[in-house]
């Protein structure tokens, strides 16, 4: 990603942005040319009002942090005075289209309809460069990860059906299958340097291994009737950004107009989730560059001492001359990037700080009443509560342990398996995804608050005791 040198884009492929950030962000401030171009920067006012914000977003924790202050707030105004305002701002209606061609939903719908599918496109380009250079990238690297992350998603859903196989709640067997990966990847990071940066990759190539099975059982089990016209439609927009991407389009603008307006929008009408063409539109964006590193090397270098020799003007303004080189370092900078990786590494603070937590806020206001404690006793709230804490735990522990007993896979390294019991538990921090399918799978309101319940109360527990169990390991 374009502010990392040759060697911390290496070490970075293999981990997100949220993992990644604060370590390479700490290298750069430390070196020897940070410090220098710190020196040749200009201060302005508003950089100093600025610099603690820009630090609070770049902070690894700073996702986690903001989804469980939304979730706080979702709880505290759903159990306030004002909680009919609560409910009552989610069922705004709101239409949007041109003559007779309209979608009318309400604001809740828009939510996890379609500021969820921006989630799901960041998802699909994290899933699309570990595909390529990261921990899914060659199967003896993708193997224990994988496995593990199926374990983890296979055992919660049988004992979420052993509780509700021949209950109206069968269809939330998804609920517990789901890690969110900015709460898990929060509470590690608290851990600080008692945790080795081994374990936090693979937590993090858990964590997509999960997302990609969340997205096929969304895209699988999860759908209404489906309009063959519109998948169709939407099959058709999907080809000309293949098409695009063949040729060597590399506009942001040019794939958000035909992903948006076309692909989203006739899965929209589909019947087949919206949030899949985010998955499907990401997967589409070219992630390739048109230098290579040794090119982009003399073009710079060829490019700053062209810009030493050039006469330096008298005021503020630079010459025409200097502009010019500017703007072709400007071009071979951009060329040195992915589209694929400059949209993530750009996308993630709009998801982080903006798109989880608008969907928290919406989705995790649960009305505690006095009979709540009662809904325990229920199977809804029991199956999707001991899938995320027991069924995380024993799926990811015991798949780990299969493949390393088998010798298919080793153990990260410098961890232990106290480290993975950790990991496991904080596998079952199951919140942004799992709510998601809630909405998914139940429309009684009664059935979406007892799964709420199970499921809020087992993140809880989850990253609490993972975090317990992580800070004694060695």
């Known amino acids: 990603m374009g502010i990392y040198n040759q060697k911390e884009a290496v070490a970075a492929s293999s ?28 201060q302005e006012r508003i950089d100093v009002l600025l610099e603690p914000v820009s630090k609070f977003i770049k902070n690894e924790t700073t996702g986690g942090i903001v989804l469980f202050v939304s979730a706080v707030v979702a709880m505290i105004w ?11 701002l989610w069922h705004i209606p709101l239409t949007i289209g041109l003559g007779d061609f309209v979608i009318a939903k309400d604001l809740h719908h828009w939510i996890n309809d379609g500021l969820m599918a921006v989630f799901f496109f960041v998802v699909g380009l994290e899933l699309k460069r570990e595909f390529i250079g990261g ?24 004992i979420f059906l052993a509780f509700n196989y021949s209950t109206p709640a069968v269809d939330g067997w998804g609920i517990p299958m789901a890690t969110d990966i900015a709460f898990a990847l929060g509470i590690l990071s608290l851990l600080g340097n008692r945790i080795p940066l081994s374990l936090k990759v693979f937590l993090t190539a858990l964590a997509i291994a999960d997302d990609l099975g969340a997205v096929i059982v969304i895209a699988l089990f ?39 307006g076309g692909l989203w929008l006739a899965f929209l009408l589909s019947g087949v989730h919206a949030t899949i063409a985010g998955v499907l539109a990401a997967f589409a964006i070219p992630a390739r560059t048109k230098v290579d590193e040794q090119g982009y090397i003399v073009s710079i270098t060829g490019l700053i001492e062209k810009f030493k020799k050039t006469p330096p003007n008298d005021n503020h303004l630079v010459t025409a001359e200097q502009l010019s080189i500017i703007e072709d370092i400007k071009r071979y900078s951009v060329a040195a990037e992915t589209p694929l990786q400059r949209l993530e590494y750009g996308m993630h603070p709009l998801v982080a700080l903006v798109v989880m937590p608008v969907f928290a806020l919406a ?67 199951g919140f942004t995804m799992s709510l ?9 309101p009664l059935m979406v608050l007892e799964a709420k319940v199970g499921l809020m109360t087992a993140s809880l527990i989850a990253g609490l005791g993972g975090y317990l169990l992580l800070r004694t390991a060695k």
């Open 222 to 260: 999860y759908t209404s009737d489906v309009s063959l016209i519109n998948i169709a439609i939407g099959a058709a927009f999907m080809a000309v950004m293949i098409g695009a991407n063949m040729l060597g389009i590399r506009s942001s603008v040019f794939y958000g107009i035909i992903g948006i």
């Open 135 to 158: 921990e899914l990238s060659s199967f003896r690297k993708a193997l224990l990860p994988m496995a593990a992350g199926a374990g983890g998603m296979l055992v919660p859903a049988l």
């Open 15 to 42: 981990c997100k942005w949220k993992l990644c950030n604060l370590k390479t962000e700490q290298k750069r401030v430390d070196s020897p040319h940070y410090l220098f171009a710190s020196m040749t920067l200009k």
């Open 363 to 429: 989705n995790a206001g649960i009305e505690i009443s006095a009979d709540i404690l009662s809904s325990f006793l229920n199977p809804l709230t029991l199956g999707v509560f001991l899938g995320l804490v027991l069924g995380k735990f024993i799926g990811i522990t015991g798949m780990s342990k299969l493949m390393v007993t088998l010798q298919l896979a080793q153990l990260p390294e410098k961890t232990t398996w106290r480290h993975i019991y950790g990991v496991s538990l904080l596998g079952g921090v």
């Open 436 to 444: 998601f399918i809630t909405g998914l799978a139940f429309t009684e």
């Open 78 to 88: 759903a159990n306030s005075p004002f909680s009919h305002l609560y409910y009552r």
